[in-house]
């Protein structure tokens, strides 16, 4: 068996825990919340399945910010697992409570970062009208409605938990990497061959373009509007085209990581064309009877 994809064996269920998370945010977005966000203003909308229910808007919001918590530390996971696998490493993440300690922590600090709209109420009429003075050009029907709520009077504080949120997640994998990249290319050591050394470098680089091509799609229009909220620029074209790149997250995630495993990548060619020889097949048969 190819020794590359027997790595990918050997991260299997990291790699689906990281699949299964995506999935489960792209629904958070796309069926169960669905978010229509008013930028620069602290409002939002919730259009999604919740709604339709009732549920609380502060549950809505809460739920949203725990699935990107739990695909924040999926990504972690994917870099810290290859990082912990390369034996010249001594500095890595403890194995056992101590690993699980390290992931709740990084989770509760996704949880407590946004906690200032769990603990603040507004009346949501009061400052719809003053929120509506600084609006320029009026907004969308939709914010008069009573599914609008308010999430901060002060936007810039939501932009810049978001911001510190994502720094925080670009540090950790960022560190994991560099540090599996250094040992792998710089640090030379005699307990791993030239070859293993080869592998691990190509299969970590897969996985950092398995993760980076959807989290680029998603985190250029997110930058803006986060850019946008700072400056006080109103785009209400990007709020929407934010939201729909984050519901197109999961999609993108799939195709990449076919693309950057050359072994998935080369498996799944192979259904592919079995499966338009099949149908082939099954066209000249059934042809073949008609005529017959």
């Known amino acids: 068996m190819n020794l590359r994809l ?13 699949q299964i998370w995506t999935i489960l945010t792209d629904l958070s977005f796309t069926v169960f919340t669905m978010p229509y ?9 919730f259009l999604g399945l919740f709604e339709y229910f009732d549920i609380p808007s ?30 010249t490493i001594t500095f890595t993440v403890p194995k056992g409570f101590r690993k699980v300690l390290f992931y709740f922590f ?25 929120i509506l003075k600084t609006i320029s050009p009026c907004p969308d029907p939709l914010f008069f409605k009573k599914s609008t709520h308010i999430i901060s009077m002060k936007p810039i504080i939501v932009a810049l938990a978001v911001l510190i949120c994502l720094l925080v997640l670009a540090l950790q994998t960022g560190f994991f990497i560099l540090h599996s990249i250094y040992h792998l290319v710089y640090a030379f050591n005699i307990s791993i061959s030239r070859n293993t050394r080869q592998l691990q470098k190509k299969f970590i680089i897969s996985l950092l373009i398995q993760v980076t091509i959807p989290f680029a799609i998603v985190g250029f229009p997110l930058g803006l509007s986060i850019l946008t909220t700072f400056f006080g620029i109103q785009s209400q074209v990007l709020a929407c085209q934010t939201f729909l790149a984050l519901g197109m997250h999961g999609f993108i995630a799939s195709i990449s990581f076919i693309i950057s ?22 066209s000249n ?5 008609f005529v017959i």
Not at 274 to 280: G, W
Not at 285 to 289: G, H, L
């Open 261 to 282: 495993h050359k072994e998935i990548r080369d498996y799944t060619m192979g259904l592919f064309w079995k499966a338009v020889r099949v149908n082939k097949k099954m």
């Open 58 to 87: 502060k549950f809505q919001m809460f739920f949203v910010q725990m699935m990107f918590g739990v695909l924040s530390m999926s990504i972690i996971a994917i870099f810290e697992n290859r990082h912990s696998a390369i034996s």
């Open 106 to 130: 990084n989770l509760v600090f996704q949880a407590i970062s946004f906690s200032s709209y769990l603990l603040t109420d507004y009346d949501t009429e009061y400052y719809k009208i003053i």
């Open 6 to 18: 027997k790595k990918v064996k050997k991260i299997r269920w990291i790699l689906l825990n990281f």
């Open 37 to 45: 966000v008013f930028l620069t203003s602290g409002t939002i909308s």
């Open 285 to 289: 048969v059934i042809d073949t009877s």
